[in-house]
């Protein structure tokens, strides 16, 4: 059965910290991992990573994959009250295009 | 682009009444989306997988005479909850898969709808 963990579950952080959220996966035919940030309502696209080395970046937040370890990390470096949210890892299969979703990090930025 | 909205936003609803729920890609064509539950601090749980034009495939556990899902065309799909009860309370979200968006393969979700069974 495809596995999706997601580490830490929980995190509290000061404004101006730096995060590191884990990622792992065991899925029979991997294709690419996706990050999601989901708020009151649905989750909203961070990154999509196929590739293992190639770190994706946009703004403050940056991510990576390695395939051979089988994890992902997201990184937000100086943390804003904006980001506190859940973050929700999802790993994509070869066949078909079903999403399999780890149990998320909820982050919290306090002022 | 790549919005999806989703209708109603909350429902709430007697038990034993149905309750339709659509999910509309509104700028890129969707041939495929997929209906989610998600229920209070837990993760999104795949319901079903719709596609157009065809039958839904359900996800093991997930009961396809209760959940009945229509895809009738590439922008809509729609999730009737036959007969609800308290238990089916949750947010369900819809997303819709867009396979044009610079080559790269995307899911985009719905606002998600808050549903409540009395």
């Known amino acids: 059965e495809d596995k999706v963990v997601q580490s830490p579950l929980s995190l509290v952080v000061h404004e101006g910290d730096t995060v590191t959220l884990n990622c792992s996966y065991e899925v029979t035919n991997f294709r690419s991992l996706l990050w999601y940030k989901q708020e009151k309502k649905a989750p909203t696209f961070l990154f999509m990573l196929t590739s293992s080395g190639i770190e994706k970046k946009s703004g403050r937040l940056s991510s990576i994959l390695d395939k051979k370890e089988l994890f992902s990390i997201l990184n937000i470096t100086a943390t804003q009250t904006g980001d506190s949210a859940v973050y929700l890892c999802a790993v994509k299969e070869t066949s078909g295009s079903r999403l399999t979703f780890g149990e998320g990090t909820q982050l919290t930025v306090n002022p | 682009g790549a919005v999806v909205s989703q209708h109603p936003s909350r429902v709430i609803c007697k038990s034993g009444t149905s309750v339709k729920i659509e999910c509309r890609s509104l700028?890129?064509?969707?041939?495929?989306m997929f209906w989610y539950r998600q229920f209070p601090k837990q993760s999104l749980m795949l319901m079903a997988t719709?596609?157009?034009?065809?039958?839904?495939?359900?996800e093991q556990g997930v009961e396809k005479d209760k959940f009945l899902i229509n895809h009738a065309s590439l922008t809509l799909s729609t999730l009737t909850v036959t007969s609800a009860h308290p238990e089916d309370s949750s947010f369900y979200i819809c997303?819709?898969?867009?396979?044009?968006?610079?080559?790269?393969?995307?899911?985009?979700f719905g606002p998600g709808t808050r549903l409540t069974v009395l």
């Open positions: 700028d890129f064509q969707a041939t495929t």
């Open positions: 997303s819709a898969r867009d396979v044009t968006s610079g080559g790269a393969d995307t899911q985009y």
């Open positions: 719709s596609n157009e034009g065809s039958k839904a495939t359900y």
